[in-house]
């Protein structure tokens, strides 16, 4: 059987070009021609062709196919393909390995493109909660109240922020005028999403003020907020008042839309059929900071009058210590001692030892170390522990601040406690305990928290009531996020 150029190219799987330029190479013998002289291949030229192709596809370069269509044995054309195959099969190895490596990242991406997909959704449903809340709630709102509701969810209120120093004279002035103030022992508020809320001055006393500024400015701070999600939000009020959802009409919104786009989509005020109905006087604090205000009133009170204060965190292991402290240091810049730094070593890990309550830290360098800093407020500096090599690291610098906060179980064994000024304890049910534990620290050691270290830190807090003896409790598994007082 014989083929033409243009039958034997797509036997091949190639252009007849492409055929052409091999036989010019030498990759291939000339072609016979027929009496016609047009080329004609038989069926021993389309099993080199193939050959060729298959070793054009491993990679090898022209000038080894050229060798290997020049070489003047089967011998030497074994020797060929063999270091061919090798280098294949080594090609291959790398480029599977390099697929595997691929593969995870793809689904790392598939993964977090479902979050973020999941998280668009969850913010799209909690804002629809929230204008529906707010629409029965205040039925006078005009269709700037609305998106000065949008606006402050996804910004926050740091607008009004020229410093924190303004902003507290700002927030007394505008308190001292309220003329109906109501001050109870919990102050009112309300979600507004975005993790954020309303915090009602009516509901504040005057001392309150400071710290309800700090809070307002560190939130602030921490509230970025985009256009990408303000537009988002946006065209979801406007779902809202088309299907009549709104104590406004879709025209209305449109009308206001078109000038606030128009102008750049600024911050706005109430309307005045709102400020008439509902006199609103607030301010924007993320509603992590609203569960703890009379916390972080009660740290200011400290402050102001004994001039500085150190701050124990206590708690069972994965009830969120550590999360407690970075939020009240962000919000003050107050340093953090953590308790794992002061680690038992094992030359002091004896049986008499892990017997004592509370004896599972080296709480004797730790008074050496830290203690006379933390009594006198002055900088210092400690040794930190080193779990991943048993033994003492770097030294960790502690500046002196007019607040510190101590970390970490056992920060409040009986022999510290003259440190501290102020006490929290942190908590969660066993079986949410277990949960993250079991996420944070993985199937491994979860066993060692069980059996050893969960049991050990319950003795301790037994031993010397330390849950009783804090003057505040927290529930860290009440709301996602947030530490909630336990009554």
């Known amino acids: 059987m014989s083929f033409t150029i243009k039958e034997i190219a797509e036997q091949a799987g190639i252009a007849p070009h492409v055929l052409r330029y091999y036989e010019k190479e030498g990759l291939l013998p000339a072609a016979q021609r027929g009496e016609n002289g047009f080329r004609r291949y038989t069926e021993e030229d389309l099993a080199r062709l193939k050959l060729v192709c298959a070793l054009r596809d491993s990679g090898m ?5 050229r060798e290997f269509a020049a070489a003047e044995s089967c011998g030497e054309q074994c020797r060929i393909l063999r270091e061919q195959i090798s280098r294949t099969r080594e090609s291959a190895a790398r480029l599977n390995k390099l697929a595997e490596g691929l593969s995870k990242q793809l689904e790392e991406l598939e993964a977090k493109e479902r979050r973020a997909r999941a998280a668009l959704s969850a913010a799209a449903l909690e804002t629809e909660e929230i204008l529906a809340a ?3 709630r205040y039925p006078k709102m005009r269709p700037q109240d609305a998106v000065k509701l949008l606006y402050q969810n996804e910004f926050g209120g740091g607008h009004i922020i020229a410093s924190p120093e303004a902003s507290l004279r700002f927030l007394q002035e505008e308190f001292d ?3 109906d103030r109501e001050a109870g022992d919990s102050p009112a508020w309300e979600p507004i999403g975005g993790g954020m809320g309303r915090l009602f001055l009516r509901g504040l006393k005057r001392e309150w003020l400071p710290a309800v500024n700090r809070l307002f400015v560190a939130g602030a701070a921490l509230q970025k907020g985009g256009m990408e999600g303000f537009t988002r939000k946006l065209a979801l009020l406007e779902a809202a008042a088309a299907a009549g959802r709104m104590p406004f009409t879709a025209g209305e919104l449109a009308d206001f839309l078109a000038v606030y786009r128009q102008n750049g989509c600024p911050m706005v005020s109430h309307s005045p059929d709102y400020r008439e109905a509902y006199r609103p006087a607030y301010r924007i604090l993320p509603e992590r900071y609203l ?15 004994e001039g500085r204060l150190v701050l124990a965190i206590d708690g069972r292991c994965g009830s969120g210590k550590s999360t407690l402290a970075a939020m009240i240091s962000e919000i003050y810049g107050a340093p953090t001692v953590h308790m794992d730094d002061f680690f038992l070593p094992p030359a002091m890990r004896t049986e008499e030892r892990l017997a004592e ?12 170390e830290a203690a006379p ?8 500096s400690y040794r930190a522990f080193d779990c991943s090599k048993m033994a003492l690291g770097e030294y960790r610098a502690v500046p002196a601040r007019s607040f510190t906060i101590v970390e970490g179980s056992y920060c ?11 006490r929290i304890f942190v908590t969660c049910p066993p079986e949410v305990q277990k949960r993250r534990i079991f996420d944070r620290s993985g199937a491994a050691l979860y066993p060692r928290f069980v059996r050893e270290w969960i049991p050990m830190e319950e003795r301790y807090f037994e031993t010397f009531a330390v849950e009783k003896n804090c003057g505040w409790v927290l529930d860290s ?7 909630v007082r336990k009554v």
């Open 177 to 179: 005028r309220l003329p």
């Open 61 to 65: 370069p022209v000038a080894g196919i």
């Open 291 to 305: 569960h703890l205000l009379g916390l972080f009133v009660e740290i200011e009170r400290h402050i102001a009058e």
């Open 373 to 380: 800093g933390l009594r006198s407020g002055e900088s210092f």
């Open 412 to 422: 409040q064994h009986p022999a510290l406690l003259p440190l501290y000024g102020m």
């Open 477 to 483: 598994s009440v709301q996602a996020g947030c530490f």
């Open 357 to 368: 309550p509370g004896g599972n830290f080296d709480r004797e360098r730790f008074l050496a």
């Open 134 to 136: 707010q629409a029965a």
